[in-house]
C-alpha cells in the first residue's frame, strides 16, 4: 500500500527502499495501487476539497513514477534526498578520459555515418560503456553512499544516453 502522506520522499510514497537498485516491478504495482486509491472516479461524489486532493496525489504519483522508473533520475534524485545537488545546469566538468571517450565516439559516429555494421559495434561499446557506468553508480549510492561520485557518475550517464540517442537516429537515417 502506498504511502500517501510520504510525498516528500518518493520511496516511501511507494512503500520502497531509499536505493538506487529498486524492484521495478513493485514500483509498478504501488504506482498501481495509488491510482487506483486516488482515481477521479473514486471521489467523484466528494466534496471539492477531496478531489483537489486526490487529483494532486495522482499527479504526485505520476512525477514519482516517472523519476523512479528512469535510472538517471532516479539517481539524481537519490543524490538530492541527499544534498547533493548535481548541478546539471552549471557543471559540465567531466574526467578527462571520458572526454576522450566521447570525442572518439563522435569521430566514429562522422567517419562511419553511412556503414550499418560499423554503428551497430559503435551502439556495443556505447551499451557497454552505459552498464558499467550504471554498475559504478549501484555501488557508489548503494555501497559507498558516496553521492558525490554518484552526481559525477549520473552527469556522464546523461552524456552517453544523449550520444546514443543520435547513434540511434544515425542507424534509423541508414535503415
Known sequence: MANLSASDDYFRFFGLD???QIDLSALDRAYLAVQREVH???HARGSDSEKRIAMQMAILSNTALQTLKNPITRGLYLCKLH???ARLETNTAMPTAFLMKQMDWRESLDEHAEDLSS???L????NQSKQETLTEVIQAIDGAKNYERAAE???G???IDKF???LDDAISALL
Open 153 to 155: 557518475l549520473l552527469r
Open 164 to 166: 546514443a540517442i543520435e
Open 119 to 121: 554503428l551497430e559495434v
Open 40 to 42: 477521479p472516479d473514486r
Open 18 to 20: 531509499q536505493q538506487f
Open 123 to 126: 551502439v556495443e561499446e556505447v
Open 157 to 159: 550517464l546523461l552524456f
Open 83 to 85: 544534498g547533493v545537488d
